[in-house]
Structures are given as structure tokens and as C-alpha cells.
T-cell receptor, first 114, second 115 residues
Framework: AQTVTQSQPEMSVQEAETVTLSCTYD???????LFWYKQPPSRQMILVIR??????QNATENRFSVNFQKAAKSFSLKISDSQLGDAAMYFC???????????FGKGITLSVRP | DAGVTQSPTHLIKTRGQQVTLRCSPK?????VSWYQQALGQGPQFIFQ?????ERQRGNFPDRFSGHQFPNYSSELNVNALLLGDSALYLC???????WGTGELFFGEGSRLTVL
């Protein structure tokens, strides 16, 4: 069974600085998708970034980028130039397809200090 | 363009009762997935509906059932409620069933409290 592990329950970052959120996963599949989702206090889950395992290039979306290490089964999210609006719960997730069943980690609460 | 809408937003039930939650997918989407999110935890996949059939199912008992209507909206039914069913129930919509390649869009959820 696939598992997703987020070992850091909380992190804090100063506004305008960079923070990295860690995630590891376990799978026997060779092709799959990895995701980072953001869940603000309003509760609606929003996709931050996704990575297809067959693509070697790390995904980037504006201030958000990932470090995908397939052999190590590691998928970390880097947030550059942190903003107050980045404060939220962040979930790492795995899926065998882009829209198939997703397995989520327990999440990490990110706070941003002004 | 309306996003994913869920109703009700909050509800309280007692043990043993039954509950129905509703979801309307984002315009243009034909696939609905349901997740259960316990307090302080990540969402857990319940099931996915596409073409009015359950296509994938997570590790949930038969007390959890669903339905998809011809207009792609969906219902989640939970029978014989237990205290442990208290959670935020999230609906997510997408296009093309389990094989779709687009983005999942989530609703704001229905908060169920079982007393």
C-alpha cells in the first residue's frame, strides 16, 4: 500500500524568507503523480503544484518549487519570498493518476511571521 | 464559473442516524470524489463516481455509499452513524474519471458532528 509521510507537524517562517516542507512516500509503482495542496483556514483545498514521476525536471509554479528525488522517494516543497497569505496547512499527496484516488500525508501547519 | 459546491456546510446527528451529503461539481466536470478529513489529519479517500458508477473505493465500510446523478452531481450517504464518523467531508471534482489528467478541484466541505 502506498503511504505518504510528513514528519514535521509545524513550521514557521519569516515573511520574505524561504521555507522547505518535507515529504516522503512509499510505492512500488514506477509511474505516479505527487502533489502539494494548501488548505487555508477557510478549508478549501487548493492545488499548489504537481509532479509527474516520469518527468525528471522539478516542477515550478511562481514562488513554489519542488525537489523531487525519485530514488529516495522524497518530494519537498520550497516556498520562496514567503507571504502572509502562505500561512495554511500543507498536504503532500500521492496518486497513481492525476485524478485517481489520492493518498494524503497528515499535513504540516505553516505560519508566517510578519 | 461556479466551483464545487457542497451542502449542508454543517450538521449535527446522533449515533445510529443516517446522513446524506450533497455535491455539485465544477462546471464542465463529470467526476466526483469524496474524502473524509478527521480533525488535524489529512483527507482519506472514500470513493469516486464517474458515469454514474463507483469507479474506485477506499478502505471504508459498506455503511458509506454514494450515488451520481445524470447531471454529474453526487450524494454521499452514511448509515448507522458512529462517533468516529465526525469529520469534514470533502468533495472533489475532475474531468475524465480515474484516467483524467486535469486538476482536482475541492469544495469547502460538510462538517459532520455525531453526538
Amino acid at each position: 500500500a502506498q503511504t505518504v509521510t510528513q514528519s514535521q507537524p509545524e513550521m514557521s517562517v519569516q515573511e520574505a524568507e524561504t521555507v522547505t516542507l518535507s515529504c516522503t512516500y512509499d510505492t512500488s509503482e514506477s509511474d505516479y503523480y505527487l502533489f502539494w495542496y494548501k488548505q487555508p483556514p477557510s478549508r478549501q483545498m487548493i492545488l499548489v503544484i504537481r509532479q509527474e514521476a516520469y518527468k525528471q525536471q522539478n516542477a515550478t509554479e511562481n514562488r513554489f518549487s519542488v525537489n523531487f528525488q525519485k530514488a529516495a522517494k522524497s518530494f519537498s516543497l520550497k516556498i520562496s519570498d514567503s507571504q502572509l497569505g502562505d500561512a495554511a496547512m500543507y498536504f503532500c499527496a500521492y496518486g497513481t493518476g492525476a485524478n485517481s484516488k489520492l493518498t494524503f500525508g497528515k499535513g504540516i501547519t505553516l505560519s508566517v511571521r510578519p | 464559473d461556479a466551483g464545487v459546491t457542497q451542502s449542508p456546510t454543517h450538521l449535527i446527528k446522533t449515533r445510529g442516524q443516517q446522513v446524506t451529503l450533497r455535491c455539485s461539481p465544477k462546471s464542465g466536470h463529470d467526476t466526483v470524489s469524496w474524502y473524509q478529513q478527521a480533525l488535524g489529519q489529512g483527507p482519506q479517500f472514500i470513493f469516486q463516481y464517474y458515469e454514474e458508477e463507483e469507479r474506485q473505493r477506499g478502505n471504508f465500510p459498506d455503511r458509506f455509499s454514494g450515488h451520481q446523478f445524470p447531471n454529474y452531481s453526487s450524494e454521499l450517504n452514511v448509515n448507522a452513524l458512529l462517533l468516529g464518523d465526525s469529520a469534514l467531508y470533502l468533495c472533489a471534482s475532475s474531468l475524465g474519471g480515474p484516467w483524467g489528467t486535469g486538476e482536482l478541484f475541492f469544495g469547502e466541505g460538510s462538517r459532520l458532528t455525531v453526538l
